[in-house]
């Protein structure tokens, strides 16, 4: 018979109920004979291990039960050892053992009612039920001890199915958020690729576009050097801002660059009024505000702006309240730009944390963060914030 695996504390627990069971007995035992110690020990050794081995507890308890009917003994408190086995055999058992719980109910019932009713009437010489007609009688009390009898130990197998139920769907619902959360994560690390994918591209248009000015002004400065000296300084003037430039955003990359070539040019800070325009047209109004001096983003960094800004006006087109503007602030200083986009939710809108990764925020941090930057999400009261600083890079202040 194989045993279930138990913790510590729980079979601590179930030692101490059986030993407080064997002591609430023990008065009642003290007043019969031999056959109710040696019951009483093996009912209380049943409840001790109920949970642990069941088959074993129910085998112990039928046991105890033959010696208590070989003494021809009565009915006891340690009896009621039965209905807490009965309940362990089918909330803690094996398949098998489960079953074997309740056709041993079924046994059990039969037994007690052919011991009760005529074995042990029989021995003392008495009759177990009288009344006006003595054969109608008697079937109506060994009928209502049966039902009795099988009631109560059905019942208790019942109830210890019924937990079974209840703690096997605790354990079905806790495996489907686990795997929830796991299914999340992949969509998360999903779109955080397609991200970085998408950004590898447009860091290939930046790089080659920078790469190809440099050759430009490299062979221009070659055949200017004998003849127009001043012309090859402003040239390679040009070529180290260039590769200072393309230096920054070649360290933004962090996965290997996608060579698809593609003929659109990347949008930058200057193609946000178009960008606009298009939400505009679409029926989205934008109130647009603007603070302190402009200094100058590289490439990458006016990439991440301009894509940031999409994404929110996006969800706000999406999930927003037309009824309301979007509003678009830029606050500029030295060290670079805070962006923040901020709308009005709808009440029927579909709340942050059912959007899942489908929507783009992560591909927003992840734009953030690659230029060094940080992105915020704020979702108090009706109003959904974003708030993305974007630092400029080193030497291309102004």
Sequence with gaps: MRTST???GRLITDIVLAGVFALFCLPFTLLGNWADFVALTAFSAALAV????PAWALGTAWAAAFVQMLAVRELQPYDLAVLGVLYSTAAHGSRIVKWLGLASAGAGAIVATVYLGFVKPAIDGYVFFTGPASPIGLTFGIGFLFIAAIAVLVLSWTAGLLMRAVRDTREIR???EVATRERELAEYRYVVEQERNRIAR???????HSLAVVIAQADGARF???TRPEAAVDA????AGVARGALG????LLAELRHDETDTPQPVLDDLDELLAQFRAAGLEVKTSELGERVELGTGHQIAVYRIVQEALTNALRHGDAAEPARLGFEWDAAGVTVSI???TRPDAEPLAARGARHGIPGMRERAQLTGGTLAIDTAGDRFRVTARIPAQQGRTR
């Design 6 to 8: 138990l913790s510590r």
């Design 50 to 53: 109920r949970r642990l081995a």
């Design 174 to 176: 806790r495996r489907e």
């Design 202 to 208: 447009d860091m290939h248009d930046v790089v080659a």
């Design 224 to 226: 200017a050097a004998r």
């Design 236 to 239: 390679l003037g040009t070529i």
């Design 249 to 252: 955003d070649v360290r933004m």
């Design 342 to 344: 901020e709308n009005a």
